[in-house]
T-cell receptor, first 116, second 113 residues
């Protein structure tokens, strides 16, 4: 149980285009989902926290207009990287916290984004 | 601001050795501490979670200890195997925002056959 999927697993896009990454909790309802970014040989940095049906909370230094997060249902959150630039190339990982399980998080397999 | 540090950044040992990975955190007011494993290009696998009231947790060949007062945790791996090669991440949850996880920079472990 407690499986989180991400789609796509990897994506290549051209500079200036937008790309959407999906995060799904497959066998539980997630009231809260988290988006992390990981640069090569670095650790995971929290980008934003999203709660179902409300606006996401962004960490300091993360541009909300560039990284659009939508948590439209209890099983799906999306991260859209708008007007992507090569410096946005990174590994994006989501995690999901079950309803009532505030201190549990289950991580997705990650999405490798390369912007050319 | 909580900071999590892991030493060493990289470690290479021959197969069969016992080894210790270190993690330190600056603010002892944590809810729990968790060790993860990450294979190259993959997501995270949770290994052990230690609640703030606990001193250690064990799973198979892995043992994690927590000394909250000194802001330290160790991950002990016994009888290492090549399959243990991965990056090991330490992460803490604070009481102030227990849903938020703060990660260390990781230790890249390589076990030589």
């Amino acid at each position: 149980g407690a499986v989180v999927s991400q789609h796509p697993s990897w994506v290549i896009c051209k500079s200036g285009t937008s790309v959407k990454i999906e995060c799904r909790s497959l066998d539980f309802q997630a009231t809260t989902m988290f988006w992390y970014r990981q640069f090569p040989k670095q650790s995971l940095m929290l980008m934003a926290t999203s709660n179902e049906g409300s606006k996401a909370t962004y960490e300091q230094g993360v541009e909300k207009d560039k990284f659009l997060i939508n948590h439209a249902s209890l099983t799906l959150s999306t991260l859209t990287v708008t007007s992507a630039h090569p410096e946005d190339s990174s590994f994006y990982i989501c995690s999901a916290a079950p309803a009532g399980g505030r201190y549990e998080q289950y991580f997705g397999p990650g999405t490798r984004l390369t912007v050319t | 601001k909580q900071e999590v540090t892991q030493i060493p950044a990289a470690l290479s040992v021959p197969e069969g050795e016992n080894l210790v990975l270190n993690c330190s955190f600056t603010d002892s007011a944590i809810y729990n501490l968790q060790w993860f494993r990450q294979d190259p290009g993959k997501g995270l696998t949770s290994l052990l979670l230690i609640q703030s009231s606990q001193r250690e947790q064990t799973s198979g060949r892995l043992n994690a200890s927590l000394d909250k007062s000194s802001g330290r945790s160790t991950l002990y791996i016994a009888a290492s195997q090549p399959g243990d090669s991965a990056t090991y991440l330490c992460a803490v949850r604070e009481y102030s925002s227990a849903s938020k996880i703060i990660f260390g920079s990781g230790t890249r472990l390589s076990i030589r056959p």
